[in-house]
């Protein structure tokens, strides 16, 4: 069975992540507050 790594990070208000892409899915939720994900072609 394949494993699924997990990993959290906590983000400062109005906080982001550099563009980046990995070679599987990635799922990203807001435990609390909102999240908004932007790529080159949606958000």
Avoid: K
């Amino acid at each position: 069975m394949p494993a699924a790594p997990t990993t959290s990070r906590d983000l400062a208000a109005a906080g982001g992540v550099t563009a980046h892409w990995h070679d599987e899915h990635q799922i990203v939720y807001a435990s609390r507050g909102v999240v908004a994900v932007h790529t080159e072609t949606s958000r």
